[in-house]
């Protein structure tokens, strides 16, 4: 029993040092971009625009917006049907990695972390679900991979103080998402999922609120509760202080929260189809957050296990639990039993 105790607190001692340095070197991208002048006026314009809109609107597809044609597999880039102040950003970007059946088999879309730098451990995956009978897809959130801006980390300008270009961003995510899935759909697919990590999980858990296509979700520590996020965790201190020094405060932002906030949301897909993870000693996602949405979510899967927000146990520990609740979706290979290839993917 000491023992057990001892490694127990040996983990969470790990896990705090972990993310902590992680979240100091957030903090100091954050400091690098002091928020301009006139960010408190745009705030409050953007604020009033959306007061009392249905929160739908702001993740309808374009009208007129031409979809692209679907490639058979490699990277699809496609100009975003939401433009923001980046270029480069500008370009939605997909990377195919398809079964031995083809298009018509399940999908799973895969979407990263905050600032992930490499997608050796999410092409493995996707071998993975390619061995279960699964096509994949990675995602290029805003700001990362392919959308990165050069002498800029990866997603860098994805969530600061900026917090009109975090919702442009996001707002880019899932109608981009959107519009995948739709062709996917065109093409012949019939089942698709969202398999997303931290603000991966964020983006995809929006998503299955939106789009009616989606129908199984794995979300691995995502944000749910984005004023939290913004005015408590340890990650956003330089955000914080940004966002005072124009004179926001929480009650400023609570009324935008509708927007991004899958925490005030209800999924259009079945609770039985929804698996959420959490981190005991997490304290971006608080594991408290997460099982709360999993009871309002009625129905769906929740599993916490002994992990800060950073870190490689939720990511197989998600994939194997899925197997389990959904079998019938993974009838096609062999299980999944390879322990070395899982330590490739952290979550964060």
Known sequence: MKSRTLLSRLDQAYATAVDLVSFGFVNLLQARHPLPADFRSRWDQFSAEWAGRPVEDYYVVPPGFVPPELPDRGRLLFPSPYPGEH??????????????????????????????????????????????GWNAIFVHL?????????????????VGGDLLRNAAGIRQSVVECRIILQQLHKKGGRLFGGWGTSYGGWMMGLLGCFEPLLQRMILVEPILNVDNAIWKAPSSIALRAALR?????????????????????????????????AGLYDKIAPPGDIEELSRNWTGSHYACFPQGHVGYTLMPESFRMAQEIWAADFNNGPSFTDPAAERLAPTR
């Open 87 to 132: 270029d480069l950003n500008n370009r939605a970007a997909f990377d195919f990695f398809p079964c031995a059946v083809g298009w018509t088999a399940p999908t799973m879309l895969l979407a990263h972390g905050l600032m992930s730098v490499s997608d050796i451990g999410y092409r493995l995956w996707a071998r993975r679900l390619n061995a279960r």
């Open 142 to 158: 805003p700001y990362h991979y392919s959308r990165r801006l050069p002498w800029h980390f990866h997603g860098e300008l994805c």
């Open 245 to 277: 020094r124009v004179g926001l405060t929480p009650e400023d932002t609570a009324g935008s929260m509708r927007l991004v906030c899958p925490g005030k949301l209800k999924p259009l897909l079945r609770g039985e189809h929804i698996l959420m993870l």
